[in-house]
């Protein structure tokens, strides 16, 4: 089985870490993993933005990269949730595009939807002690579908007390250039987020997406908060030595 | 009605800094969110009562010029007369008309978002004539100086029972009152004497009924019961979207409409009005009239918006909207707040007359998934995201740094040595802390947040690495 890794534009400039965790996972479960050197972005952020022509040119070019896998493997509810979702959209006006992303998009998947539904994996290497609340992403939970396959993940793993977050559905206020162009309102939302942490009074918050977790850290971190880690859920799932 | 959308930002700040809109705000969550969610185990089948909702809609849709001749057919066989209002002006335009037609002199109204549209009540009263709000929240708002409505079906959600207490004891002359059972006894005796001395009453109209002719109206206060059928004269205004083709079809909206909205299984009152008073009959008016409106719609129906159209006005959106939670109805700047409003508000006075709207959200999606009738929100958001790059709508240097990026990102070698340089600023940029606390050309995120900094090196780097080391 050979799964392509798309480690994220985000991942590869602000947290290599999550990469290594995730491709960990996908070993230690017996994937053998390719990653495509050239892959970049997935097109998201000029999609969102307008610049229709701009994200069409990146997503052309990562379906060129990735459809000779077996998989497509993302840490990220958003990046997976961009190529299953919206390349249909993207490619709507080009019937050859159109048919090699949807091949593309029927084995594209988010990490923890893989590790669970694909790999079935019955163990996980992390070894974390203490407890953890789970905020689900946006994108995550209601374009991949990803709500108890991380949940279901955290509960193998021994030292890990699993505490449920009051509105865990709820935005976190990140939505790409959003946190930027709005910011004070980005603000507010990631402030009620962090409010609904301190209460959780868990050691750790863990999610599927590098976006919301720098938008989450941020603001804690902003609130005087330096203590609750804030961790992505391959981070958590794959331990330290990731 | 006046148009602030373009002070979106400058609303928002206002309205996230007021702490008695924040505390009322705070409500909607138990009121309508939760409420909604209860209801909806009532159905075996949420998801196949909603696709049959989308489907209903979207069939008058596809036909809606022929399901509004049959409308008019129907109606006009019932002693009902049809006007067509293009504009918002035409709206005033055909109710000033019948009004003098009618010798009217005093007019009730109940709920209608789309005589907002077109601030009939204002134009009624510049005619001389005298207009009184009925709904509740309509009417609270209309003591209160025309203060617009925040939300689309909770019009005075964003005031307390303190500030309607103090509002009513300085408008009507009474004492204090602190219940709100007593509040409304109060508006109730103030609003009677008008109900039985008005020569018209005006409503809107959550659906025009096809095969019928008829008009639903769907409400919780029975003040459009009162308001169609005491006076003489009773006008329907409602946008030429609302028809639906069959009774059958209502009841199939109808199981999803007030769950949406309020979390009821069903409104106190459906009233569905057909023709006008005929012999022998007690109730009804004697004159009946619908202003179908267009005023853009036809404009959305040919175009990549269009299933914005399918709205029923249940309110579902903009109750579950982190953004609206948060800032309220009035920082949208027109008649229709939240998701929906980011759709029609450029869609109905111009794409450059409200650019902000499409752009403030986070595309989260939860207007989505609750939407009775499956409006792609996001989606159509991004559309006329699309819209505003394509016609330079933008400012300059969002349109560069995007440009930049899709070319930037469409060359790997670059790409890399990009990020290479960019992760390592970052991380000087970070200190001994990891944490940036400002970031030029981003302080949108660091006014409010700290960036948490990375290590110094790209995974692209220390992946290349790893694999070189592994070989060696």
């Known amino acids: 089985m050979r799964v392509g890794f798309f480690f994220t534009c985000l991942v590869d400039l602000m947290r290599p870490s999550i990469g290594f965790a995730a491709i960990r996972l996908l070993e230690s479960a017996g994937a053998t993993v390719y990653v495509p050197p050239s892959q970049t972005c997935c097109g998201q952020p000029g999609y969102n933005s307008g610049d229709r022509q701009g994200a069409i040119a990146l997503a052309t070019k990562l379906v060129a990269e990735f459809e000779g896998c077996d998989y497509l493997v993302a840490p990220s509810g958003s990046c997976s949730g961009m190529i299953k979702t919206h390349y249909a959209d993207l490619f709507r006006d080009d019937p050859d595009m159109l048919r090699r992303s949807g091949a593309l998009a029927a084995k594209t998947w988010e990490l923890t939807d893989f590790l669970v539904n694909v790999l079935k994996i019955d163990r996980v290497p992390g070894n974390f002690t203490g407890s953890v609340t789970y905020h689900d992403s946006c994108a995550g939970l209601r374009e991949m579908g990803v709500k108890q396959q991380p949940r279901a993940l955290i509960g193998k793993m021994r030292g890990v007390e699993l505490r449920e977050l009051t509105e865990c559905e709820t935005c976190c206020g990140f939505g790409g250039t959003f946190s930027i162009k709005y910011g004070e309102i980005s603000t507010r939302l990631a402030d009620n987020k962090c409010e609904f942490i301190a209460r959780s009074g868990a050691d750790a918050v863990v999610l599927g997406d590098l976006g919301c977790m720098l938008n989450i850290e941020g603001r804690l971190r902003r609130r005087g908060d330096m203590k609750t880690r804030v961790l992505h859920i391959a981070e958590l799932l794959a331990g330290e030595s990731a | 009605m006046q148009v602030a959308s373009m002070h979106f930002k400058e609303l928002a700040h206002q309205n996230m800094g007021n702490a008695q809109l924040q505390r009322n705000l705070d409500k909607i969550k138990g009121k309508f969110v939760a409420k909604r969610r209860e209801s909806l185990v009532e159905l075996d089948d949420f998801e196949g009562t909603r696709e049959a909702a989308r489907a209903v809609r979207q069939r008058a849709l596809d036909n809606l010029d022929a399901w509004l001749q049959i409308f008019e057919k129907n109606a006009t066989a019932r002693g009902a007369t049809i006007l067509w209002a293009e504009t918002p002006d035409d709206v005033n335009r055909h109710v000033l008309d019948i009004a003098a037609r009618h010798g009217v002199r005093k007019i009730i109204k109940s709920k209608s978002m789309v005589s907002e549209e077109s601030a009939l009540n204002r134009a009624i009263e510049a005619a001389g004539l005298q207009v009184i709000e009925t709904d509740l929240g309509e009417y609270i708002l209309q003591i209160n100086d025309y203060e617009p409505p925040s939300h689309i079906i909770g019009p005075a959600l964003h005031k307390s029972k303190e500030e309607v207490s103090d509002l009513f004891a300085r408008v009507h002359g ?99 009005l057909t023709g006008t008073k005929g012999a022998g009959e007690f109730h009804g008016a004697e004159h009946m009239y619908f202003v179908i409106v267009d005023a853009g719609r036809s404009g959305v129906l040919a175009g990549e918006l269009k299933e914005a159209l399918r709205c029923i006005r249940c309110g579902a959106c903009m109750n579950h909207c982190p953004v609206y939670q948060n800032i309220g109805g009035h920082s949208y700047g027109w008649v229709y707040p939240g998701p929906i409003g980011s759709i029609l508000t450029p869609a109905y006075i111009g794409i450059e007359n409200a650019l902000d709207l499409p752009q403030a959200s986070t595309m989260c999606n939860q207007c989505g998934v609750v939407c009775p009738v499956k409006i792609p929100l996001p989606d159509l958001q991004r559309k006329l995201r699309e819209q505003q790059f394509d016609r330079h709508l933008r400012p300059w240097s969002e349109r560069l740094g995007l440009r930049l990026w899709s070319w930037l990102a469409g060359k790997p070698v670059l790409f890399a040595f990009a990020t290479r340089v960019g992760a390592r600023i970052l991380a000087w940029m970070g200190g001994r802390e990891r944490l940036i606390h400002k970031l030029p050309l981003g302080s949108g995120w660091t006014d409010g947040r700290d960036m948490p900094a990375p290590a110094g090196k790209t995974f692209r780097e220390l992946y290349t690495a790893r694999v070189r080391g592994e070989r060696s």
């Not at chain 2, 109209?205 to 409400?219: D, P, Q």
Request: proline share 3%; net charge negative; aromatic share 4%.
């Open chain 2, 174 to 272: 009474t004492a204090l009152k602190t219940g709100i059972g007593e509040l409304c006894l109060e508006a109730r005796k103030v609003l009677r004497t008008h109900y039985l001395s008005a020569d018209m009453g005006i409503s809107g109209g959550n659906f025009f009924v096809a095969e019928t002719g008829s008009v639903v109206l769907v409400t919780n206060e029975g003040n459009a019961t009162l308001t169609t059928t005491l006076p003489k004269v009773h006008v329907a205004i409602s946008g030429l979207e609302k028809i639906v083709p069959t009774l059958e079809d209502v009841a199939t909206l109808m199981r999803l409409l007030p769950r949406s909205a309020t979390g009821q299984s069903i409104s106190n009152y459906v009233d569905i």
